[in-house]
């Protein structure tokens, strides 16, 4: 994950973004294999050759809305919290704002969890980019939960694959919760399910 500085657009990156914004509503309403470009197009109130003209195929259009919500959730939870001191403070931050998110997208969906239900069994460039996404996101919280031990706020005998394994779960289970079966105070149970690991395994000291 590293930060991008971002340019003024010209008209036709303007209408380009413009389309990958509504495309990527669809996704995470109807899934990426719900995204067609008929129906895009519809949308935008342009021709299907219009949209066809920015991506080259259905399969690169579906690419591009998971770079485009890859990218909003780094700059909505990983930027911010490696902002945050190194060690705890850094992991609790990545922890809070990514539950932030799940909850602001339990209306629509989040397409990393969504992505996976539809491609876990589908090989293919999308499945490719999805796997490489979220890896690369699991990545970025082992740095941070490994710091967290380097910095002696957690214990030196944790294991922060396991951590992550289990942050992961408490995030997972939000997301079915409020989304599936609407249980109230869902948001409430992954905090405190997080505070409840991170005391586990915390020194006593930080």
């Known amino acids: 994950m590293t930060e991008t500085i971002q340019k003024p657009l010209r008209k036709g990156e303007q209408t380009r973004a413009a389309i990958l ?3 990527l509503e669809m996704a995470s309403r109807e899934g990426l294999e ?26 690169d259009l579906q690419i591009d ?9 780094e700059q909505e939870v990983f930027y911010p919290s490696i902002r945050e001191p190194r060690g705890l403070p850094r ?3 990545l922890f809070r704002r990514w539950v932030d998110r799940v909850s602001l997208e339990i209306a629509s969906g989040c397409i990393y969890i ?19 996404m979220v890896d690369s996101w699991q990545r970025a919280l082992h740095r941070a939960a490994q710091q967290a031990i380097d910095e002696h706020h957690l214990k030196s005998d944790t294991d922060p694959k396991q951590l992550v394994f289990e942050m992961y779960g408490l995030v997972l289970a939000l997301h079915h919760d409020a989304r599936f079966i ?3 105070g869902s948001v409430k149970r992954a905090h ?4 409840r ?8 000291k930080t």
């Open 65 to 73: 809305v998971l770079r485009l919500y890859n990218h909003q959730f």
């Open 21 to 23: 914004g509504a495309a």
């Open 91 to 93: 992991l609790q931050s």
């Open 114 to 132: 969504s992505g996976a239900v539809e491609y876990d069994d589908r090989p293919g460039p999308i499945r490719d980019h999805l796997v490489d």
């Open 192 to 195: 405190a399910g997080f505070e």
């Open 34 to 59: 719900g995204l067609t470009i008929g129906v895009l197009a519809d949308r935008m109130d342009m021709s299907k050759s219009g949209v066809f003209a920015h991506f080259g195929s259905r399969e």
């Open 182 to 184: 609407r249980s109230p």
């Open 197 to 204: 690991l991170i005391t586990s395994v915390q020194t006593t």
